[in-house]
């Protein structure tokens, strides 16, 4: 459907040509947009600049929840020093991380952006002298204010990330999260590898513990490319897959929230509760965290109907096992005192910084991709999102809970409404795109929604990726969380969200 100024993709992963997207002088783009963010059910999917000979041509994408389609803007800019555009950050702030990554890697400047710094280093970026030992930091020069340094190497092995607080005594003035330590050009190799094999492979160890949900986006992206239609068993099997990623990821976080606060039998439960479901990835396609699962057109590993008993069975021990401890856990005065009125980010706060997934959802805001662009299976089912009120450490971990149970229900449903015939669908490797064609893939991967996009040349060869992962938005919200708070309130919170340092550094 054609509008005067955007293109409506009515449906998720849709691909179009790349030319039916409306081309607007600059000042006309800014007033759309302007305009489309008065309703705050209006939010930036992506906003991104693909270099052409002699042109930027700048594209927007934004999901808009209340009527369910994606709108699509363009305006394209000249290949020149000192290119200057009005910043929309000063207006609606979710587009600063956006702004920000056009200017690392181009150069262009947005005037007024409050906060232009860098967001990745990758190792092509337009100003090469900026380096990651010259950030620039937020600071106070005052004798009563402090700062304090964490990371960027950590305990464990998750990936590396600066935090730096403004603290007046044991309080939190403000967070400064520094990432971009271990940029891997994810992007640009899914140009440079054509083969979509390797480009699967590359999808899915984008976020490790995401490796389900990038995957699959992926693998639908290809999909919309190629005009490919799923068989809907396929279909509900990738959600099946998608569903129990998420079912692990919670109850795993659930046992780190305890850990957090010395409640060593939650964490040793839910540790146990989450390697049960692992393990069930791992009987269905050989691998814990269901890579090799997900491929393009088809899957190597059907659901047959071991698998399916397996699954029932593991789920409803989960599913009895985990109620019993969270029934426990959200009882005990010493755990409530922890997790309520701690880290709060307001429905307001979590709008204006473009929150999605759970850091929206526990914070009052509605917004989940299986609800609003319903992807596969979904599209079929009656789905309406768990939202909390409350903003804080106790709504984060209530949600996992909720949505354990929730997960846990759609895959019961999809199992029981499966054929009866067993039929393998071979993943297609050699399929040819749409030459000159734009194409995006949304879908609600646990942490929130994750977005691929691509275009291709005459040929139909990839010649621009993009990926966004829902951390990109949603580490201001931690940031926010800590303000006002005890210092030694930030792990919980840190927790609370798990967000990804390898999803945001790519």
Not at 74 to 79: M, V
Not at 221 to 232: G, R
Not at 297 to 321: D, F, M
Not at 420 to 440: G, L, R, V
């Amino acid at each position: 459907m054609m509008a005067k100024n955007y293109i409506e993709i009515l449906n998720n992963s849709e691909s179009i040509k790349i030319s039916e997207i409306p081309v607007l002088e600059y000042s006309t783009f800014f007033s759309v947009i302007d305009e489309l963010f008065t309703d705050n059910s209006n939010h930036c999917l992506n906003y991104f600049a693909v270099p052409f000979n002699e042109i930027y041509k700048f594209i927007c994408c934004i999901g808009a929840d209340t009527n369910k389609n994606i709108i699509v803007l363009s305006h394209e800019q000249p290949k020149k020093e000192g290119v200057t555009l009005e910043s929309l950050t000063i207006k609606h702030f979710q587009f600063h991380i956006f702004e920000r990554e056009i200017h690392e890697n181009y150069g262009i400047i947005f005037s007024n952006h409050p906060w232009l710094k860098p967001v990745r280093y990758p190792f092509n970026r337009y100003h090469s002298e900026n380096n990651i030992n010259n950030y620039p930091f937020y600071s106070i020069e005052s004798e009563e204010l402090h700062e304090v340094g964490v990371g960027p190497i950590h305990a464990g092995i998750i990936e590396p990330g600066y935090f730096r607080f403004l603290c007046n005594g044991e309080n939190v003035l403000h967070l400064e999260i520094q990432l971009g330590f271990q940029h891997r050009g994810i992007e640009q190799l899914f140009i440079e590898k054509q083969n979509i094999l390797q480009q699967s492979v590359l999808a899915e160890s984008i976020a490790g513990d995401t490796a389900i949900g990038h995957a699959l986006s992926y693998a639908i992206l290809c999909e919309s490319l190629s005009k490919h239609i799923i068989n809907p068993d396929l279909a509900s099997e990738r959600i099946i897959g998608m569903e129990l990623e998420r079912i692990a990821i919670h109850i795993g976080d659930t046992a780190a929230l305890c850990t957090d606060i010395a409640y060593q039998f939650g964490q040793v439960v839910n540790e146990a509760l989450r390697t049960i479901i692992i393990n069930t990835l791992q009987l269905w396609c050989g691998n814990r965290f269901g890579k090799g699962l997900i491929r393009p057109c088809g899957s190597n590993y059907p659901l047959k109907k071991e698998i399916i008993q397996n699954i029932k069975k593991n789920i409803e021990e989960v599913e009895h096992r985990y109620l019993q401890i969270t029934n426990r856990i959200f009882t005990l005065p010493s755990v409530l005192s922890r997790f309520e009125g701690i880290g709060k980010v307001t429905t307001r706060q979590a709008t204006t910084i473009g929150a999605v997934g759970m850091a929206a959802r526990s914070s009052g805001l509605k917004r989940d991709i299986r609800w609003s662009h319903p992807f596969l299976s979904y599209k079929n089912l009656s789905f309406d999102p768990v939202v909390i009120n409350k903003c804080d450490v106790w709504s984060r971990a209530m949600l996992r809970k909720i949505e354990v149970e929730r997960s846990i229900a759609i895959i019961k449903d999809l199992i029981n409404n499966l054929g009866e015939t067993e039929i393998t669908h071979f993943p297609k490797y050699n399929i040819n795109f749409d030459p000159s064609s734009f194409a995006i893939s949304l879908i609600e991967g646990w942490r929130g929604e994750i977005c691929h996009i691509a275009l291709t040349d005459n040929n139909g060869k990839i010649i621009y990726y993009n990926v966004k992962d829902p951390s990109m938005h949603n580490w201001m919200a931690l940031a926010i969380a800590v303000r006002d708070q005890e210092i030694s309130d930030f792990p919980i919170c840190n927790k609370s969200y798990n967000l990804s340092y390898c999803g945001n550094d790519l």
